[in-house]
């Protein structure tokens, strides 16, 4: 564990309005489980999300007031699935509808949403960036279908990393510590240099808990600023980090 510096404040990393709400987490939790969202197991979903937030807290991430209002919304339900039906309220409705009408109407609006970005837009494809064509940055050959990573697959894919150094990651992280203007620096030397990079390449050569941490932040941080994209190959998995 890294010892806290006195009078020095905690680096946060300030996501803004890029990276996913809590609703993103709700659907990333029920295509994890493989659950229908019309008979979600609210107790499992909210131990999960709860989890989430606190690594997120741990990792200093600032998190938005609409996480911790879906947390509270959630734990209510819990405690509404959790108390005994008298007789004369077979009928009422389920508690979980609370958030399962919100969640089926953010699922129709995303899926609109993608509908209209595949479809063709005047000068969309004007200026072609073959980077993610390239085979060369897939080592299956041919890239395939290539899809959007969101905050929460990074996530995991990131906690798999973490696991594998330590089975402990909890870190205070202040500003003498750790350099993370210095990490995107050389993020970006990498990018310039070979146009895109794995997400496990990023963090091969580090060895220390504290260095794997700082890449993170310094991914997140590149990412909020549009400096990066981040695609996943839907074949294998394998997330790759594009430049600009």
Known sequence: MVEKIEDQAPYEVHLGDLFDGPMDLLVHLVKKNEVDIYDIPI??????????????????????????????????????MLLPIQGEEVDDEDPRMEIVRPLA???QLRYA?????????????????????????????????????GLFELIDAFQEIVKRVSPAYSWDI??????????????????????????????????ARLDII?????????????LIRIMQHVESGIIRIFYG
Do not use: C
């Open 43 to 80: 107790a499992l979903i909210t131990q999960q999300y709860m989890e989430y937030l606190e690594w997120m807290k741990s990792m200093n991430i600032d998190l938005a007031g609409e996480f911790l209002v879906m947390a509270a919304t959630l734990t209510h339900i819990k405690s509404r």
């Open 105 to 107: 109407e953010f699922l």
């Open 113 to 149: 949403a993608e509908d209209l970005l595949e479809r063709d837009q005047l000068d969309w494809d004007v200026f072609v960036r073959t980077d993610l064509d390239d085979a060369k940055a897939w080592p299956e050959g041919e890239p395939g279908d290539l899809i959007q990573v």
């Open 174 to 207: 202040t500003p003498d510590t750790i350099s993370v203007k210095s990490r995107i620096s050389q993020i970006t030397d990498i990018l310039e240099e070979r146009g895109s990079v794995s997400f496990q390449e990023l963090f091969e050569a580090q060895a």
């Open 214 to 226: 700082v890449t993170f932040l310094a991914v997140l941080e590149m990412a909020k600023f549009q």
